[in-house]
């Protein structure tokens, strides 16, 4: 190992955050994750409400689904870029910042004329510029903050959050969709974020620890070692099952509250919106906790990460599969539920295999990957809608899940690797 890797490595060892500042930092975190993904949901929760007060088609409502991946492809590597440089926790408190008021204000801009279409489309694209820059952030700060030995625990109890998030606007936003309207969930999931961002600033990043918590320049590499990344096969693989996690979660993110309405159209809206992530949280805890216990028995990290593949896209997929094929409420629903929880282990998967790879440079090539799953998400979401309106059955929808899920999940096992890329010349096997 070179003398200069040696240093940034001790460097960033220094770095590290307490146990008491890992506990702080990861709560803030999960509650910062949860909001967004009601912030994110809350369009999901109103669309078919929605779709009847403007008159929207299927193929409509799925370009208002699908849009706010459009504005989240472009600015994953800026935010993963900028949170390896300056600091994530600024990045995302910066970001949440602005989600939380346009997030506030779309009820307002549904009024502004008659070309509603257009009005929540613009915003649900500036909303995903502006969560874009949150996970990329996120894996920078956690790939320089938080020991190796406890990533997959500490990442997934993040990760949770977004099971948390919707599984509050499930359970809120149905009763505020039923008892005041959609308008009342967008100002709820705003107004929440913006306290949040109070919080976080006031007791986490005033005074001098705002400046103590991003990690000392001179452990931050120059520049990113692009070329050396992407001539390895492991990150190719990772980028892809990235792509995989990425699109089939947001299919089945913006998809699933649609296809209960429709499909059992006297069920009760807040069991289908609110059971699978009830079991998507503790599963995705779980994961972690599983991943890093069976890293510490001396099982192989790359072993490891790629089991928690098989659960998170394999096994995932064949439950999405049995979706579209039961016509009991009562089995969608437990089918369902074991998808979306089957789903967070991707998080001690391909989520902290990217940490591994790159851990100096993890917020960009978290970028990459997860620009390639927005664009991917914009794709599938609105191909999901088109399927459905041109088949006129749900079936095709899970068909493309599992496909999707199950490219991913071979490119990985062939070719996925836990070896560090990000080094010079010499690298050191995990």
């Known amino acids: 190992m070179q003398p200069q890797d040696e240093a940034r490595r001790d460097m960033a060892e220094e770095a590290r955050w307490s146990r008491p500042e890992c506990q702080a930092w990861t709560g803030a975190l999960l509650l910062g994750t949860c909001l967004l993904y009601c912030a994110r949901a809350s369009l999901s929760i109103c669309a078919a409400t929605m779709s009847q007060d403007f008159g929207w088609n299927k193929k409509e409502a799925g370009i208002v689904l699908s849009s706010f991946f459009w504005g989240y492809c472009f600015t994953q590597v800026a935010g993963g870029h900028l949170g390896d440089r300056i600091g994530g926790e600024k990045v995302i408190l910066l970001s949440a910042s602005a989600w939380g008021c346009l997030t506030a204000a779309t009820p307002l801009l549904s009024r502004l ?81 913006l306290l949040w961002v109070g919080y976080v600033y006031r007791y986490l990043l005033s005074g001098k620890d705002c400046g103590a918590l991003g990690a000392p320049p001179a452990a931050r590499p120059s520049q990113v070692p692009w070329r050396q990344l992407f001539r390895k096969p492991s990150v190719w693989a990772a980028v892809l099952s990235q792509l995989s996690s990425a699109c089939s979660f947001f299919i089945l993110l913006s998809w699933l509250p649609t296809f209960f309405q429709e499909t059992f159209p006297h069920s009760k809206g807040w069991v289908f919106n609110v059971v699978p992530w009830l079991v998507a949280a503790p599963t995705s805890l779980f994961s972690g906790f599983l991943a890093d216990h069976l890293i510490s028995q001396g099982y192989r990290t790359i072993t490891v990460r790629k089991f928690m593949q098989v659960m998170g896209l394999g096994l995932s997929s064949i439950f999405a599969l049995c979706v579209g094929h039961s016509s009991s409420f009562l089995k969608s629903v437990v089918f369902a539920s074991a998808s979306i929880g089957l789903q967070t282990f991707n998080h001690s998967g391909i989520s902290v295999n990217i940490q591994d790879l790159a851990p100096s440079c993890a917020g960009f090539l978290f970028g990459v990957a997860n620009t390639a799953g927005a664009l991917a998400g914009v794709v599938g979401v609105y191909l999901s809608g088109y399927l459905i309106e041109t088949t006129g059955s749900w079936t095709s929808l899970f068909h493309l899940v599992a496909a999707i899920s199950n490219l991913g999940l071979c490119s990985f096992l062939v070719f996925g690797q836990a070896q560090r890329v990000d080094l010079s010349p010499t690298h050191e096997a995990l």
Do not use: C, M, N
């Open 113 to 193: 004329g008659s070309a509603h279409l257009v009005f929540i489309t613009s915003s649900r694209v500036l909303t995903g510029l502006l969560q874009g820059v949150y996970f990329p952030a996120l894996t920078s700060l956690l790939a320089q903050k938080v020991r190796e030995s406890e990533r997959a625990f500490t990442y997934s109890t993040v990760g949770s959050g977004s099971q948390l998030g919707t599984l509050v606007t499930g359970a809120v936003g149905s009763l505020l969709l039923d008892w005041y309207g959609w308008q009342s969930v967008f100002y709820f999931s705003g107004g929440l974020t």
